[in-house]
C-alpha cells in the first residue's frame, strides 16, 4: 500500500528505510542471470562478495553467499564468468543497501549460449535484421574510418597498418575500447553511435581478434545488433573468430574474416588501382588508335574512288550532257518558231485579202449615216440625206438626190 506524507506530516528515513526492506522481503527469491565483474574471497572469511552486473546494461547488484555455496563452483567460475544465481534481495536498512543473498550458483554453459543465440538469432532474422536488401554498399574510398577495437590491440594494429599500406591518405576516427567482460556491449555500443553521429565518418569497422564463445557474447549481444542495424553509416563486422560467427557478422554491411581482412576490404590498394588505370588507359589508347585506324582506311577507300580523285570529271560529263539537251531544245524550240511563223503569215495573208480595207482598195466605198451607221440598201436613205463616203484613201460627204429604189 502506498504510504501517504506531506510536508506537515513526514516520515523518518528510518521508517522509509524499514517500509522498503518489507517490501523487498516480499518479493522472494528469484533466478538472477549476470556476469560477474568483482570477486573477493577474502582469506578466512565464511563470506563471499561479488557483484553481478547486466551484460547488455550499466546496472549492476551486489551479491554475498557463503564461502561454501561460491566453493561449489569455484573451479568453473571467475571474474566475466556468466551465471545464475538463485538468491534472495535484502535490505540493509541502516545503510540503505539493496543486494542479493546467494544460496545457489550455477554456471552458464557454452551449449546453454549458443541455445540462447540461436533463438535470439531467429527472432532478429525474422524481424528482418539481416535481410541482404538492408546492406548498405560501402564507399569506393572513404576519406574517414571510424574503428571500434581495444586499446593498443593487435586488431587495431592490423587494421590501421594495412589500411595505410594501401593507401597511405586514409585517415581513422579510432574509439579504443573493451572488447570482453561486462563492460564491452555498453563501450561498443557507445562507440557505434558516437562514430555513427558524425557525419565525416565514411563506414564504421568494428574489431577483434580471435577468442572463445564466451569471449566473442559481447558481439551477439541484442543491443549491439540493433544498434548497429540501425546505423545510417556502413558497418563491417571484423571479429577473428572460430566457425561459430557472432551476430554481428550478419547485421554487418560487410563481414570480414580478420581485423586484416577488414582493411583489404574497405582500403582500395593504390598500387593495384594504379596498375588498373595503365591497363585501363592502355586499353583506351588501343581502341582510340583502331579507330582511328579503321576510318583513316576508310577515308583512303573514299579518297580512291575515281569521283574523289576526279571530282570535276562528273560535272564535266554532266556538262556535256547539258549542252546537247540545250542544243536539242533550241533546234526543236527554232522548229516550233518556224512553224509558228509560217501558220502566222498564211493567217495573215487571208485575214488582209478579207478585210474590208482591202476591198475598198479595189474600189468600193461604204456609206455611213452621220450617226455611223453603214446603209446596207437603198431603201434605207432618201433624197436629200446627207452621208459620209469612205474609200481606201479617206472619206468624203455625199448627198442623196432623186429617187432611191431597189437597182435593177
Given at each position: 500500500m502506498a504510504v501517504t506524507t506531506s510536508a506537515e506530516a513526514p516520515i523518518p528515513v528510518g521508517e522509509v528505510s524499514r517500509l522498503i526492506g518489507g517490501w523487498i522481503d516480499r518479493l522472494g527469491a528469484v533466478w538472477v542471470e549476470g556476469q560477474i565483474t568483482q570477486l573477493s574471497r577474502r582469506p578466512g572469511a565464511g563470506v563471499v562478495f561479488l557483484t553481478l552486473r547486466d551484460p547488455s546494461r550499466d546496472v549492476s547488484i551486489s551479491v554475498t553467499c557463503f564461502r561454501a555455496v561460491f566453493e561449489a563452483v569455484a573451479d568453473v567460475v571467475s571474474e566475466g564468468a556468466r551465471v545464475v544465481v538463485h538468491a534472495k534481495p535484502e535490505w540493509?536498512?541502516?545503510?540503505?543497501?539493496?543486494?542479493?543473498?546467494?544460496?545457489?550458483?550455477?554456471?552458464?554453459?557454452?551449449?546453454?549460449?549458443?541455445?540462447?543465440?540461436?533463438?535470439?538469432?531467429?527472432?532478429?532474422?525474422?524481424?528482418?535484421?539481416?535481410?541482404?536488401?538492408?546492406?548498405?554498399?560501402?564507399?569506393f574510398l572513404p576519406q574517414l574510418i571510424g574503428l571500434v577495437c581495444g586499446r593498443a590491440s593487435a586488431a587495431e594494429h592490423d587494421v590501421l597498418e594495412n589500411a595505410r599500406l594501401r593507401w597511405p591518405a586514409v585517415r581513422f576516427e579510432v574509439r579504443n575500447v573493451?572488447?570482453?567482460?561486462?563492460?564491452?556491449?555498453?563501450?561498443?555500443?557507445?562507440?557505434?553511435?558516437?562514430?555513427?553521429?558524425?557525419?565525416?565518418?565514411?563506414?564504421?569497422?568494428?574489431?577483434?581478434?580471435?577468442?572463445?564463445?564466451?569471449?566473442?557474447?559481447?558481439?551477439?549481444?541484442?543491443?549491439?545488433?540493433?544498434?548497429?542495424?540501425?546505423?545510417?553509416?556502413?558497418?563491417?563486422?571484423?571479429?577473428?573468430?572460430?566457425?561459430?560467427?557472432?551476430?554481428?557478422?550478419?547485421?554487418?554491411?560487410?563481414?570480414?574474416?580478420?581485423p586484416t581482412d577488414a582493411a583489404k576490404k574497405i582500403v582500395p590498394d593504390v598500387g593495384e588501382e594504379q596498375q588498373r588505370i595503365r591497363l585501363l588507359t592502355g586499353r583506351a589508347l588501343r581502341t582510340v588508335t583502331h579507330l582511328l585506324d579503321r576510318e583513316e582506311r576508310g577515308l583512303r577507300a573514299a579518297l580512291s574512288r575515281p569521283c574523289m580523285e576526279r571530282p570535276h570529271l562528273m560535272v564535266e560529263e554532266r556538262e556535256e550532257r547539258v549542252a546537247a539537251l540545250t542544243e536539242r531544245a533550241r533546234r526543236t524550240l527554232g522548229h516550233l518558231l518556224d512553224r509558228a511563223d509560217a501558220d502566222l503569215a498564211h493567217t495573215l495573208a487571208r485575214v488582209v485579202a478579207l478585210s474590208p480595207a482591202a476591198t475598198l482598195r479595189r474600189g468600193y466605198a461604204v456609206l455611213q449615216r452621220e450617226d455611223g451607221s453603214v446603209v446596207r440598201a437603198p431603201g434605207e436613205v432618201t433624197d436629200g440625206d446627207a452621208l459620209r463616203a469612205r474609200v481606201a484613201e479617206g472619206e468624203f460627204a455625199v448627198r442623196v438626190t432623186g429617187d432611191v429604189g431597189p437597182s435593177a
Open positions: 540493509y536498512a541502516p545503510r540503505g543497501q539493496l543486494s542479493l543473498r546467494a544460496v545457489e550458483i550455477r554456471p552458464v554453459g557454452v551449449g546453454e549460449l549458443l541455445a540462447r543465440l540461436e533463438r535470439l538469432k531467429k527472432s532478429l532474422a525474422a524481424e528482418g535484421l539481416f535481410a541482404l536488401e538492408r546492406k548498405k554498399p560501402l564507399p573493451p572488447v570482453q567482460g561486462a563492460y564491452a556491449v555498453p563501450k561498443v555500443v557507445e562507440a557505434v553511435r558516437e562514430l555513427d553521429a558524425l557525419p565525416e565518418v565514411d563506414v564504421i569497422v568494428v574489431a577483434r581478434g580471435g577468442g572463445s564463445v564466451e569471449d566473442l557474447l559481447p558481439f551477439s549481444d541484442e543491443e549491439l545488433i540493433r544498434t548497429v542495424a540501425g546505423c545510417r553509416t556502413p558497418v563491417v563486422s571484423a571479429i577473428g573468430h572460430e566457425p561459430d560467427s557472432p551476430l554481428l557478422d550478419l547485421v554487418a554491411d560487410l563481414r570480414a574474416s580478420t
